[in-house]
């Protein structure tokens, strides 16, 4: 269940206990379920049950794979149900801290920006953007919503194009331009008598949904079934009736290239790879009440992997190393060929 499905699609506090549920299962996996179940409460309105799960999570910050996302999501929801104090004592913590994901910069800055903090909220944007695309000869995808967001509260603020703009622009790809997606005058327009009027805002509002629903998507991808040589190795000495599913190490790095590429050429997005291991694929198995030895459970696991946030993107980022572990770039290893296709 995605955490932006509709209230009155779903109960979103029966989500949120399901998904605890799943994290004392797959306690390796609890980061990414237990934030997923305080989206769902913060959904419904609980927010104080939400900030017990961001609590929880944060009481062992030594095993958090992103502990300033969890600081900055407990901050914008405190800020939500009246403890700004606290709120803005977290976000001046997160900036201090400096981190090198950009989705923690995204939700202090828009949580400044939602309580008309424009120029705190600008700030953060920039700080971020220096921080992160400096060095970068071009940005990955993931701060993106960093150059939209500094644009959008540009626009706000009335300060003119920079090149950080300039950039947003060109990044942007949806049908409507982002000068009319953060335009301040639209908000009037949706009281306008004006059939032509509402009809474009319309189409704008439109837009902005289509790339919210994409943003929103890119966690949940078709994942791909990665075993890593080691134990691919363990697997078929376990279980060698595998075998006619991965005839050798090679050849099942070629299959999963080939099947992305197939998929991605057939219109199919938000493409990821999963890496199994031995030891989990059992103990799935084992809550299927099935033999490991069961090829047909292959897929089903490579699912539940994609499910609980433990995908990678395909295709990388430009200079990224390659999902097979190789050690190279993907545009030196398993992306050689696509470059020289194009």
């Known amino acids: 269940m995605r955490p932006d499905t509709p209230a009155e699609n779903v109960d979103h506090t029966a989500e949120a206990a399901r998904l605890e549920r799943t994290a004392g299962l797959y306690p390796e996996d609890a980061e990414a379920l237990l934030l997923r179940a305080a989206a769902?409460?913060?959904?419904?309105g609980e927010r104080p049950a939400a900030t017990a799960f961001y609590d929880r999570l944060l009481s062992a910050p030594g095993t958090l794979e992103n502990p300033a996302l969890v600081r900055a999501l407990k901050a914008s929801n405190l800020w939500e149900y009246g403890h700004e104090a606290e709120a803005r004592a977290i976000i001046?913590?997160?900036?201090?801290?400096?981190?090198?994901?950009?989705?923690?910069?995204?939700?202090?800055?828009?949580?400044?920006?939602?309580?008309?903090?424009?120029?705190?909220?600008?700030?953060?944007?920039?700080?971020?953007?220096?921080?992160?695309?400096?060095?970068?000869?071009?940005?990955?995808?993931?701060?993106?919503?960093?150059?939209y967001g500094r644009h959008r509260v540009r626009r706000m603020l009335g300060l003119p194009h920079d090149d950080w703009d300039t950039l947003a622009d060109t990044l942007h790809s949806m049908?409507?331009?982002?000068?009319?997606l953060h335009d301040p005058k639209r908000v009037w327009s949706l009281g306008s008598d004006n059939p032509a009027e509402l009809e474009a805002e319309i189409s704008r509002l439109r837009a902005e949904l289509g790339a919210y629903r994409e943003a929103l998507s890119r966690p949940f991808p078709v994942a791909m079934l990665h075993w890593p040589t080691e134990e691919l190795t363990e697997l078929l000495s376990a279980y060698p009736s595998l075998s006619a599913e991965y005839p050798s190490y090679e050849e099942h790095l070629a299959a999963i290239e080939d099947a992305l590429r197939e998929l991605e050429s057939s219109g199919t997005r938000n493409l990821g790879v999963v890496r199994g291991t031995v030891p989990s694929y059992e103990a799935f198995a084992a809550s299927e009440g099935a033999s490991p030895a069961d090829a047909s459970?292959?897929?089903?696991?490579?699912?539940?992997?994609?499910?609980?946030?433990?995908?990678?993107?395909?295709?990388?980022?430009?200079?990224?190393?390659?999902?097979?572990?190789?050690?190279?770039?993907?545009?030196?290893?398993?992306?050689?060929?696509?470059?020289?296709?194009?």
Do not use: K, M, N
């Open 40 to 44: 769902h409460l913060e959904l419904a």
């Open 92 to 147: 001046e913590g997160v900036r201090a801290a400096s981190p090198r994901d950009p989705a923690p910069w995204v939700i202090v800055a828009e949580s400044l920006e939602s309580h008309d903090e424009l120029e705190s909220a600008h700030e953060t944007f920039t700080e971020a953007a220096r921080l992160l695309l400096a060095d970068a000869p071009e940005p990955p995808r993931p701060t993106h919503p960093l150059l």
């Open 175 to 180: 049908p409507v331009t982002l000068d009319e």
């Open 297 to 342: 459970l292959l897929p089903q696991y490579a699912t539940t992997l994609g499910a609980r946030g433990r995908a990678v993107a395909w295709p990388p980022q430009r200079g990224a190393e390659c999902w097979c572990g190789s050690g190279r770039t993907y545009g030196d290893c398993h992306g050689a060929s696509t470059a020289a296709e194009r």
